[in-house]
């Protein structure tokens, strides 16, 4: 996992769940790196706030390790 301090110098486009619902606790992800395999993720109630960026493998093992109820 890389920290970006400010996720808005990412020139991405961000998305999250169509299942989402205003105001709820959402994540936030954008493709940052399609050639490298690298995804962002950030806090959608702080645009303006860090973002991760982790390569698609490791954030496959955490999406199915959620869906799975791994992670409480």
Known sequence: MTPVADSTTLAVTWWKSSRSEAGA???ECAVLDPDHRIAALRDSKAPTGPALL???DTLNTF????KHGALK
């Open 25 to 27: 606790q959402c994540v």
């Open 54 to 56: 982790l390569p698609y």
């Open 63 to 66: 999406l199915a390790a959620l």
